[in-house]
């Protein structure tokens, strides 16, 4: 069974930073594109970031180009996502979803951790 | 960047009504489209890929349709655990969802 487990989400304060972590079980990670999307509360889905099996490519939102970094480490089965200079319209749940090898789209999400962005 | 348009923003139907959300997309994006369904402070779940491919394990009152820019998502019969939000994503260029569509009970 698929499972995506997020966590590191939490409160602070505009301006910080904070790095989330996706530890994946049940399939083969180091063969699976991964993305981050985020929804904030009470709205609807927001793609963020998106990183290739190898790490070679990466895309971001522009609402967050510069400021997220997103990366892997296969070994660990691990997807993370550096979130820096955080603003109060980042408040959101943030998902690591699975993308599907070559038609690249979502089959699997995990459920999702909560980041709070707030002075 | 692709827009996608999804009407109506809610829905208020009966168990047993058949019904249908609408999904535009901005540009040509072939059949590369997703249907996913989200209840309250959960993951949302895939249930139509490719337009019209459903997921598996996903009933089969649920049906997709469309290419191009625009797409249907229906479901025949309405159960009581389909009172939920549904999005549409295209992934023909990045990832883009609709805004969504709340389906509530009448």
């Known amino acids: 069974e698929v499972q995506l487990v997020e966590s590191g989400g939490g409160l602070v304060q505009p301006g910080e930073s904070l790095r989330l972590s996706c530890a994946a079980s049940?399939?083969?990670?180091?063969?699976?594109?991964m993305n981050w999307v985020r929804q904030a509360p009470g709205k609807g889905l927001e793609w963020v970031s998106y990183?290739?099996?190898?790490?070679?490519?990466?895309y971001y939102a522009d609402s967050v180009k510069g400021r997220f970094t997103v990366s892997r480490d296969n070994a660990k089965n691990s997807l993370y996502l550096q979130l820096n200079s955080l603003r109060d319209e980042d408040t959101a749940v943030y998902f690591c979803?699975?993308?599907?090898?070559?038609?690249?789209?979502?089959?699997?999400w995990g459920q999702g951790t909560l980041v709070t962005v707030s002075s | 960047d692709i827009q996608m348009t999804q009407s109506p923003s809610t829905l208020s139907a009966s168990v047993g009504d058949r019904v249908t959300i609408t999904c535009r997309a901005s540009q040509n994006i072939a059949m590369w489209l997703a249907w996913y369904q989200q209840k309250p402070g959960k993951a949302p779940k895939l249930l139509i890929y490719?337009?019209?491919i459903l997921e598996s394990g996903v009933p089969s009152r649920f049906s997709g349709s469309g290419s191009g820019t625009e797409f249907t998502l229906a479901i025949s019969s309405l159960q009581p655990d389909d009172f939920a939000t549904y999005y549409c994503q295209q992934y023909n260029a990045y990832w883009t969802f609709g805004q969504g569509t709340k389906v509530e009970i009448k």
């Open positions: 990183i290739s099996d190898n790490s070679r490519t990466k």
């Open positions: 979803a699975r993308v599907v090898e070559t038609t690249h789209y979502i089959d699997s």
């Open positions: 490719k337009a019209s």
């Open positions: 049940g399939f083969t990670f180091n063969i699976y594109n």
